[in-house]
């Protein structure tokens, strides 16, 4: 039974992959996924803005990989966190990409809007990168080295932006 304010991926059913929102500490089955150390699982995706984005084009850049859904109210309240974050450290190379786990895209276009999110916005409309993941509790973030090597995972929202920035030590040099 769900928690009052739980977020619940039902529309990932058809895929047979269940994604909860952190908050809710129900318990799952455990699958084993990417881990730290491992080399990140490449995907090629369309970002909103029509253009292709795949992890092994982003070779040589730290990555910060983001899995969210806007049914997730700690997915909403860590977003402005991460666009600060953007802004700040798009110069010295990081590059942000957030996935959202296959909801419509103009609900995801709304949300983009009203949160003035300007950092790459992909649909994993299949749940296949969000499966390659091991995605099951969103939000979930990847820390994703220059050698494309996972260096952190943070599953549940960030609750500050100085939380968010000491995460990014791993993969900022």
Known sequence: MLKRGCCLGLGLAL?????????????TTVVKGPEVGTTAPDFSLATLG????????????PILLNFWATYCSPCRVEMPYIQAIFEEKAGEGLVVIAINVGEDESLVRGFVEEMGITFPMAIDFTQSVSMDYQVRYIPATFFID??????????????DEAELL????????
């Open 15 to 27: 895929t047979g992959l269940m994604v909860v929102c952190a908050s809710c500490g129900s318990s």
């Open 50 to 61: 029509g253009q292709s984005v795949s992890l092994s084009s982003l070779q040589g850049k």
């Open 146 to 159: 220059d050698a494309g090597v996972i260096k952190s995972i943070r599953v549940g929202a960030f609750r």
């Open 166 to 173: 000491d995460s990014l030590e791993s993969i900022m040099k």
